[in-house]
């Protein structure tokens, strides 16, 4: 059993870990998690859509999440964990384990692996010396071949002792959930839950002659005597019991020169030298205190069950006495409790791995795409537009236009001519300059003639520049309001053609894209605004801005398609 001064002096030693630890994770959450600086580019943890940080294998999963066809990123890469620990190794059987400044110690390593937010596994070796020593006297060792072959089990009284050197390794599957919280991002301690399956080879010894090959029957005695008159009924309270193992200490030497009782089937001659090799069951618990990225502290204690026979020997005694003399078996078998203190560290680049996954809180990026959206599929915007033209409500210059009518980029209706009469008023659509002022209906005041009302020439088609959001395609509010100014003058205009030419030749998507964009203002102009397809020559994939489409008249006798085959079809919107 642990000694209660070790329990608290533990629970001191984390609770003042822990200070730094949460005061770390204050001070990080202020400056990135608050500010929003940080979590406008990525999350608390990882930025989730950086593929560094996702392996070969997961690619294609990630791959469909960058392209909105899949909801979930791919696990990350996360770091190994390796550590080693010290603490106080004790059997809990026959015997009374003695404390870790008496010899009962334990060290070990391990290397743990996540395989998800909860759970991971963990290989863990242990070496250790674990040391019993009896308080009450025993004459039931008839059976006991350490022994009973130098002391005489009808009127020698022995104190049991043992030492026991063991190799323990552990498989252990490792659950931990504290890490999925709802209201803070990262934690700064870990509690965690764990079960395996172990191996453990030992040998015990026990302390039965001095360093002369004598026995210490007599010394016993004295001792014994000394405290007889508590120790007759074996009721000795816990001073007098110290009092009595410190006399016992001091009488013996350290030697352990006689190998304790086994069972010889149990006994593996080849890598494990003599030592007795047995399978048992392990779990326990443990905490560990983050101190940064890749170290951390933990507490833990691992209590070791036995699976099988043979394992009421780790202290070297399996006999219990009911009446002197007559010893039976114990039913019992013995226990290993390993209570220690580690240094954990986690292998791994930061630029190309996260912490260990129970580090790490899973709505870390379900939390940051809703605060701060960045891959959220959103829907576009309604807003209000009382007169229909297209241009909302808040950047209408002219609300209450009539249905149907061209407007501007402003919501005015088109004034192709500038003379300050709207076209769907305008009797003279394009009035010369020097015509100029005009009349309520649009006409100028120099004599007509008979083409003053149908003034041509495809110098009055202004060139225009469409910008298009990366990757789209589709007509949005403003290059509607540049088509149908466009549209207003084509139609005044109608032997004019014009060139649109779409920009974009630095990849197959790019050329792609360019052909999409060119053939869907061509579509627009000639679906909505009643344009003939064949007034448009058809030209992608040029040098320039990719997010843009160049529009001009085309220069007298110019020809071109009106219609191109898209260069990969593969890759159209």
Not at 482 to 508: D, E, F, R, Y
């Amino acid at each position: 059993m642990i000694n209660k001064k070790y329990v608290l002096l533990a629970s001191f030693a984390a609770a003042i870990a822990v200070q730094p630890a949460f005061a770390q994770e204050s001070s990080s959450t202020t400056a990135k998690g608050w500010s929003g600086r940080d979590m406008t580019y990525r999350g608390y943890n990882y930025d989730y859509m950086d593929t560094n940080y996702v392996p070969k294998s997961r690619m294609k999963q990630q791959s469909k999440f960058l392209a909105n066809q899949y909801a979930f990123p791919s696990k990350p890469r996360n770091m190994w964990e390796v550590g080693v620990k010290f603490g106080q190794l004790n059997v809990s059987g026959d015997v009374p384990a003695e404390m870790l400044w008496r010899g009962s110690w334990g060290l070990g390593v391990h290397v743990r692996k996540s395989i998800g937010y909860v759970f991971s596994v963990r290989a863990d070796y242990n070496y250790g010396n674990a040391k019993g020593l009896q308080w009450q006297p025993s004459q039931g060792y008839v059976y006991n071949s350490a022994w009973n072959t130098t002391y005489n089990p009808g009127s020698d009284k022995v104190f049991y002792n043992y030492r026991t050197e063991l190799h323990q390794l552990n498989l252990d599957l490792v659950a931990s959930t504290n890490n999925i919280r709802f209201h803070r991002a990262k934690t700064g301690i870990s509690f965690y839950g764990f079960f395996g399956l172990s191996g453990i080879a030992y040998q015990t010894w026990v302390n039965t002659k001095d360093a002369s090959g004598n026995s210490y029957a007599q010394k016993f005695e004295q001792i014994y005597q000394q405290y007889a008159n508590v120790t007759a009924t074996h009721q000795i309270e816990y001073s007098q019991r110290n009092k009595v193992r410190k006399d016992l200490r001091d009488a013996m030497d350290n030697t352990y020169e006689t190998d304790a009782e086994n069972t010889q089937k149990n006994r593996r001659p080849g890598i494990f030298g003599r030592k007795t090799f047995l399978l048992y069951g392990s779990m326990g618990l443990g905490t560990q205190i983050r101190l940064s990225t890749h170290w951390n502290v933990a507490i833990e204690d691992r209590l070791t069950i036995p699976l099988g026979g043979g394992s009421d020997l780790l202290d070297g005694q399996r006999w219990a006495e009911q009446t002197p003399g007559f010893p039976v078996m114990t039913q019992s078998t013995d226990a290993l409790n390993f209570f220690s203190v580690g240094l954990n560290y986690n292998i791994g680049r930061k630029s190309r791995n996260v912490e260990p996954l129970y580090w790490m809180n899973p709505l870390d990026y379900a939390y940051t795409e809703i605060n701060t959206p960045r891959h959220m599929m959103l829907p576009d915007p309604v807003l209000a537009d009382a007169d229909g033209d297209g241009i909302a409500d808040q950047l209408d210059k002219c609300p209450g236009t009539p249905a149907g009518v061209a407007v501007d980029a402003h919501g005015c209706p088109m004034d192709t001519d500038g003379d300050g009469v709207p076209d769907y008023m305008d009797k003279q659509l394009i009035t010369p300059t020097e015509c100029q002022p005009v009349d309520a209906d649009g006409v100028g005041n120099c004599p007509c003639n008979p083409k003053c009302g149908t003034l041509q020439t495809c110098a009055n088609i202004p060139a225009a520049s469409i910008s298009f959001g990366n990757n789209a395609s589709n007509i949005n509010s403003a290059a509607q309001s540049q088509l149908a100014v466009l549209a207003a003058h084509m139609q005044a205009n109608p032997t004019c053609k014009v060139v649109v030419i779409g920009n974009g030749n630095g990849s197959k998507v790019q050329q792609q894209r360019s052909w999409d964009r060119v053939n869907a203002i061509i579509e627009y102009m000639s679906e909505k605004n009643g344009v003939d397809r064949g007034r448009f020559i058809f030209q992608y994939g040029q040098a320039g801005d990719a997010n843009t489409v160049m529009i001009r008249a085309a220069a007298q006798d110019e020809e071109g398609p009106m219609n191109v085959p898209p260069p990969f079809p593969n890759l159209k919107k």
